[in-house]
């Protein structure tokens, strides 16, 4: 039984992220969200507030990929673009979103505060959307085909994932069990070949820490079928052991 | 006088940075860093550790940008394909680096190591290219075309964009400035348009923030001159003034 795989890509969109204003922190969550349900995110790109770079990276990833997924410019100013940038990627109008508009006067109303134009931006979608619920803030994300436009907050964006997680397709979830070596990347580097190469249906990742006079390494063993992810950390182990004995006798 | 205007890409390299396992810290520095010299970071992309994919993000920002630099995969171990990939964007050879060779020959035998085959990988170049120094562990990074390709360990990577930095092209400083408003963006947005739309030569941004309640809002705005910058931040601060004003007399 081969394995079911489903992909993924994110665009985060900002001129912020890209001046270092702020520090991406949806990135980082999206990845360790991907990985629990058992989806591959297989690419991430960073794009500032600018209509043609949103269009273009939405075009370039959502025929690539099952899911895409977006971060920021959803907002009620006028640098908040997402909406139009991906009505534009998908050739349709952008509308008010009636039941869009219908949530907000609502909350609005309830907390006595005005419904102004700049809060209507945020009802805007392309025609044809679904709703992403909001638990946090109200104002919907929206999905059009497979992707799925969420704000740039990290607590909205949070929210609106959790919301969207249980509806996803998910695939056969990669396993993954890490080996940490006390030897750096140099010691291993030839026998941790071989290793990868004696399991092949493993995907073996070093990752090299650097104490500021020491490196060791983390060695990250992954596969999608418990059997084979338990021989190759065997072998790794085994490498370990031998490496440490062969220190030992020197 | 018009402003110059040099513009950067990166593409971050890794499966951990896509599985969640290391939240990247390259791409928030190296924007910190451009802002600061005045070099405009434009696209940022995060891609797997799979030749085809480097080799394709490489070449899609390459001749868009002036500069392009990357972080990750040129340790010793298989996953490390970086150079490889960067040689095959370039149509050029990757070739053991004499001189890197000698570099880490030397380092090696100062501290009485073996030079396996697997560090012996760390000299590994696209063949022409220029060594980027590395003062925190020798391995030196390289660079080819506009390309510069630098560690993914955080250190490492500072370390040899510290040394890139006096040597590159940069342009006007972006300066930028920030008026903290206590109002959300819903009650900013309108009256923040007519600033945007009043002051063309300069970009304003608006930044929610969100304490689990309410929304306040971080106004920032950007320009090469100083006089217009000076100009809309007193604009944005009058606004500001005004709607406290109005919500004062209700």
Same mark, same amino acid.
């Given at each position: 039984?081969?394995?079911? %795989?489903?992909?993924?890509?994110?665009?985060?969109?900002?001129? @912020?992220?890209?001046?270092?204003?702020?520090?991406?922190?949806?990135?980082? !969550?999206? =990845?360790?969200?991907?990985?629990?349900?058992?989806?591959?995110?297989?690419?991430?790109?960073?794009?500032?507030?600018?209509?043609? +770079?949103?269009?273009?990276? %939405?075009?370039?990833?959502?025929?690539?990929?099952?899911?895409? $997924?977006?971060?920021?410019?959803?907002?009620?100013? !006028?640098?908040?673009?997402?909406?139009? =940038?991906?009505?534009? =990627? $998908?050739?349709?109008?952008?509308?008010?979103?009636?039941?869009?508009?219908?949530?907000?006067? +609502?909350?609005?109303?309830?907390?006595?505060?005005? $419904?102004? @134009?700049?809060?209507?931006?945020?009802?805007?979608?392309?025609?044809?959307?679904? !709703?992403?619920?909001?638990?946090?803030?109200?104002?919907?994300?929206?999905?059009?085909?497979?992707?799925?436009?969420?704000?740039?907050?990290?607590?909205?964006?949070?929210?609106?994932?959790?919301?969207?997680?249980?509806?996803?397709?998910?695939?056969?979830?990669?396993?993954?069990?890490?080996?940490?070596?006390?030897?750096?990347?140099?010691?291993?580097?030839?026998?941790?070949?071989?290793?990868?190469?004696? !399991?092949?249906?493993?995907? %073996?990742?070093?990752?090299?820490? $650097?104490?500021?006079?020491?490196?060791?390494?983390?060695?990250?063993?992954?596969?999608?079928?418990?059997?084979?992810? #338990?021989? #190759? @950390?065997?072998?790794?182990?085994?490498?370990?052991?031998?490496?440490?004995? +062969?220190? =030992?006798?020197?």
């Amino acid at each position: 039984m081969s394995p079911k %795989i489903v992909t993924a890509a994110m665009v985060a969109i900002g001129d @912020e992220l890209l001046s270092g204003r702020t520090k991406d922190k949806n990135i980082g !969550h999206l =990845a360790d969200m991907m990985t629990m349900v058992g989806i591959d995110l297989r690419e991430v790109r960073i794009v500032a507030d600018d209509e043609a +770079a949103i269009v273009e990276a %939405i075009n370039a990833v959502r025929g690539r990929y099952d899911y895409v $997924f977006t971060s920021g410019g959803i907002g009620p100013t !006028h640098d908040d673009i997402t909406a139009d =940038a991906v009505s534009r =990627a $998908f050739g349709v109008e952008c509308v008010y979103d009636p039941e869009a508009m219908a949530l907000l006067a +609502a909350m609005y109303e309830r907390r006595g505060m005005e $419904f102004t @134009e700049a809060r209507k931006r945020m009802a805007r979608m392309p025609l044809g959307a679904r !709703h992403i619920p909001n638990p946090a803030s109200t104002a919907p994300g929206f999905a059009i085909g497979n992707v799925h436009v969420m704000a740039g907050v990290p607590q909205v964006f949070q929210a609106m994932l959790d919301a969207l997680l249980p509806g996803l397709q998910v695939g056969s979830p990669l396993l993954s069990r890490t080996v940490r070596s006390p030897f750096g990347e140099g010691d291993i580097g030839s026998p941790l070949t071989e290793v990868q190469k004696n !399991h092949p249906e493993t995907s %073996i990742g070093s990752y090299p820490k $650097f104490d500021g006079k020491n490196f060791s390494t983390d060695i990250v063993v992954r596969a999608r079928d418990p059997q084979a992810l #338990a021989a #190759a @950390e065997a072998d790794v182990q085994a490498m370990i052991q031998a490496i440490t004995e +062969a220190r =030992a006798k020197t």
